[in-house]
């Protein structure tokens, strides 16, 4: 499997990726919003683009589809409650559900609720799994839940799918917030050396040229993966002198959303 990180350099700051088997050169485009950088970067390749999946139905994740399937002529692929919001979906996918690149390539669907509720993250059947995580989970980060979202749901995500994930995971979100979210976790937990070495590692880096993450890593690093974390937990009840003196999980996880909603 050959994975082709493609960056935007939108305001967004949106990732775009490319999935090709190197066997048959046929790829699968992850919201190619910038069609323009998708299908060249294709065309320098050698790929055949025969598929397109959307994470979710938000207009930064969508916006180059029309663009990408009339050049390619394309399956559009997304989770199968959004044929309403993302026009000319071909095929519904549900959890469980296998995307095929070429002869070999699998993707495994996730049905991720949380940033909206129909949004999916592909997890490669390969040897270092990857996960391409859309706007679910961020490095270092969490999605927002502000169109058409919830965090309860975004935490049942997090504690029952992403945590159970093997540590070796690749992460592959759909944007590039590492920075500012390394910055949140340190206002969270000061002494937090992981966090704050990773972000002395990216800090004024070129986003295209960002390192890769892994879920092992995240847990080190990502406040929303370190939700027993007693540091953590004290610096928040400090801010936040509702919170009980043992907070529940899903309780951390909602105040740190919210927080991070001003940061």
Not at 167 to 189: K, M, Q, S, V, W
């Amino acid at each position: 499997m050959i994975i082709e990180r493609i960056w935007t350099g939108n305001s967004y700051r949106n990732y775009n990726y490319l999935i090709a088997c190197p066997d048959s050169g046929e790829a699968l485009a992850i919201d190619p919003l910038d069609h323009e950088k998708t299908l060249r970067t294709a065309r320098a390749k050698g790929w055949r683009i025969t598929q397109v999946l959307n994470t979710h139905e938000h207009p930064d994740h969508i916006g180059g589809n029309a663009q990408v399937i009339a050049a390619t002529g394309a399956t559009l692929i997304a989770h199968n409650k959004a044929a309403g919001k993302i026009p000319g979906v071909d095929r519904g996918v549900a959890a469980g559900d296998i995307i095929k690149v070429g002869p070999r390539i699998e993707l495994e669907c996730l049905d991720t609720p949380g940033h909206t509720m129909c949004h999916i993250c592909l997890l490669s059947h390969t040897d270092q799994p990857a996960l391409f995580s859309g706007d679910t989970l961020f490095n270092a980060g969490a999605g927002n839940v502000h169109n058409g979202g919830s965090v309860d749901a975004l935490y049942d995500t997090f504690s029952q799918q992403i945590a159970r994930l093997p540590d070796h995971t690749a992460l592959y979100p759909g944007h590039d917030y590492i920075e500012n979210n390394l910055r949140f976790t340190l206002a969270r937990e000061p002494a937090n050396e992981d966090a704050r070495s990773l972000l002395a590692e990216v800090t004024d880096v070129d986003p295209a040229h960002m390192p890769v993450t892994t879920l092992g890593q995240e847990k080190a690093v990502n406040t929303f993966m370190r939700l027993d974390s007693a540091a953590l937990i004290e610096r928040l009840r400090a801010d936040c002198p509702e919170l009980p003196a043992d907070p529940d999980a899903q309780a951390v996880f909602r105040q740190l959303r919210l927080l991070r909603n001003a940061w």
